[in-house]
């Protein structure tokens, strides 16, 4: 067979892809854990400065150059073998990757200081590094091969399945799910509706990420439902940088206006758990009420985002058979459209969490399932910084100025969430006042 006429082998997709690197991350840090020989658990940055039990200086040992070393070579080698299945140049993408790397580090650094780790998470300065970078100098050539925000988040979404536990249901039981799970699907709703019927916004799959972004979980869920909606670049910036600007601000005011209006812990917790959209904003808003209040936020969120998977295999659905399908044509979509417009790695976030719920907790126990996870949280966090990082290299403050014309994607952002707001306030006034039904006892 002459070479013109070869059959070229296939490659694996970055879905796949993301799913391999996300079940070997999962391994190492079980064999981290449970072996008790090899350390395998990333670097984390303690907080530093002012106001910090420690200063930066006392945090940088031969052992923090180690774990420098152990997390480079860790996430170099699984996703530089990644590219090169997928078809991609190592000789391009590694030097590129490394400079990522060193960027990330230097944003986890800014993070950890004890100022801007109280206000502000590292997806903010990850994503504000980037923003600077590229609209200021610009992205040289040589560093783009490394700029892959979905390949990235993607594994990290694989990841943060195992510690989406089904235990979580059943801890807070129909209380979180009627939170969760009930008011989500009606935001999601209202906020298509508005946006497409009221707004009369002509890109769509801009107005179901914004929706989903605003009702589950800010960019996890952006990035889950862009790919099942297959949005361009520049609308998943654009409902990312929206997502996290609220978030800020809701992360910051929302504690603040439920300890004004004696909203309590309890009750305080669940409204946070279900309109702030990051779950590490989640947990710092939870944090100002107390631990009942942290504790209560973290579980509705983590209910919540077990929607994430089923929402992207919904919007799949939804777009190939209503809002793509030609009104004029009697074809029917069938399977095969829909499983190739599904985003793959939601099956591995799926797979991961059905592993840590049914699997792992039953064989090795809640406290071994915590402390893998706890590893796992971190490797998640640096495939979430190189993605924020990437979002931000990738973004065009004039290309996002285009797409606001009119303002339309941030009415529809701010309506939605009070919408949001309004709802959840309802179910959680409903389930956990005490005066319709009897109060959860949920475990600190």
Known sequence: MSEGNAVKKPKLTEDHLAIIIGFLLIAVAAISVLSGAFDFAPLKFATWGPGADAALASQITPAFFGKLILTYIVLALVFTVGEIAQGGNARRFLPAFTVLYLVSVLVRLIAAEYTA????????????????????????????????????????LVVMGFSVLFSNIVNFGLYGLAIAWLVTPIVIIFMWYFGTRVLKMEDKPLVITIATA???????????????????????????????????????????????????????????????????????AGTALGELGQTTAVLVKSIQNILIGFIAFAVAIFFATRVEKDPDSDVKVGPSEIWKRLPKFILGFFAASLVASFIFQPIVGKDSVSAINKVLDQYKNWAFVLAFTSIGLDTNFKAIGKQMTGGKPLILYIVGQLFNIVLTFAVVYIALSGRFFPLPNIAL
């Open 214 to 284: 605003t009702s589950v979980c800010g960019t996890s869920a952006a990035i889950a439902t862009a790919s099942a909606a297959k949005a361009k670049k520049q609308d998943l910036s654009l409902a990312v940088s929206i997502s996290i600007i609220f978030t800020i601000i809701m992360m910051v005011t929302e504690p603040i206006i439920i300890k004004a209006v004696g909203l309590g812990q309890l009750m305080g917790g669940a409204l946070i758990g279900g309109t702030v959209d990051s779950t590490g904003a989640v947990t710092v």
């Open 117 to 156: 780790n109280r206000y502000l998470e590292w997806a903010f300065w990850a994503l504000a590094a980037g923003l600077v970078i590229a609209n200021t100098v610009g992205v040289p050539e040589w560093l783009k091969p490394a700029v892959r925000t979905e390949y990235y988040i993607k594994t990290g």
